[in-house]
């Protein structure tokens, strides 16, 4: 019988290969239920800690109440990605490799893109 526990999905960069993790380190397709770190902040503020607890992974439902999203900025994302997913560090190297592989081959494309975020950000 699965389990019916509602756990929060990991964000991953757009490079990433390997399966998303939940914020408690399970695969994805191992849970019974995955849902986003809004989501289940959601369901915590409209039913509380306690009642959401018994549909919802402690671990977590824990890590929403502290509030330890990764959020929109692209630095923490990544240090998240890269520190929190050791059981797959091999296929991590594969995909730096790759994406080392990828600017070496555009490496023109690859410096005006950066450039232009450049330049998007002063303006911002
Ligand atoms: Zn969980």
Redesign the pocket.
């Known amino acids: 019988m699965p389990e019916l ?4 999905s990991r964000i991953s960069p757009s490079w990433a290969t390997t399966l998303p993790l ?5 695969r994805i397709d191992d ?1 019974g239920s995955t849902i986003t770190f809004d989501e289940m902040a959601e369901k915590f503020k409209r039913q509380g800690k306690q009642r959401a607890g018994m549909s ?6 824990n890590r929403v109440s502290y509030g330890q999203e990764e959020g929109d900025d692209i630095v923490s994302r990544v240090s998240a990605y890269l520190t929190r997913t050791h059981r797959v560090w091999g296929e991590i190297a594969h995909e730096l490799e790759a994406i080392d592989a990828l600017v070496a081959a555009h490496r023109d494309e690859y410096d005006d893109l950066v450039a232009s975020v450049r330049t998007v950000t002063r303006i911002a």
């Open positions: 526990l509602d756990h929060v939940t914020e408690c380190g399970r849970t919802s992974c402690m671990t977590c439902i």
